[in-house]
């Protein structure tokens, strides 16, 4: 298995940017794709972003254009870069990690690992 762990979530102010990484321990982190999902408060927990193990990337229509996913497997970590946040984008945001290769994996269930998220918050 592999250990997840959220950092980088914090307080801005809408058209900002903030910069969420993806900690990951216990296994090779290279055998892994990525995905980012958010939770708003009180609603259901939405796919944001993706990165396979060989570098492609997928995002949820939202946040196309604003949002950067990458990873560094040298150190283990993945990315989530987000500019011109919005109040909309206000969430706990959570990484999540799984062994297939294909690109469009936007299901929750579809995921093995999780971390335990880091709240965005965005105020107008």
């Known amino acids: 298995q592999v250990q997840l762990a959220e950092s980088g979530g914090g307080l801005v102010q809408s058209g900002d940017s903030l910069r969420l990484s993806c900690s990951a321990s216990?296994?090779?982190?290279?055998?892994?794709?990525i995905g980012w999902f958010r939770q708003p408060s009180g609603q259901e927990r939405s796919f944001v972003a993706r990165?396979?193990?060989?570098?492609?990337?997928y995002y949820t229509d939202s946040v196309k254009g604003r949002f950067t996913i990458s990873r560094d497997n040298a150190k283990n970590t993945a990315s989530l870069q987000m500019n011109s946040l919005k109040p909309e984008d206000t969430a706990i945001y959570y990484c999540?990690?799984?062994?297939?290769?294909?690109?469009?994996?936007?299901?929750?269930?579809?995921?093995?690992?999780w971390g335990q998220g880091t709240p965005v918050t965005v105020s107008s």
């Open positions: 999540a990690g799984d062994r297939s290769y294909n690109t469009r994996v936007s299901r929750k269930a579809e995921y093995e690992y």
């Open positions: 990165i396979t193990q060989t570098g492609q990337t």
């Open positions: 216990g296994r090779t982190f290279s055998r892994y794709s």
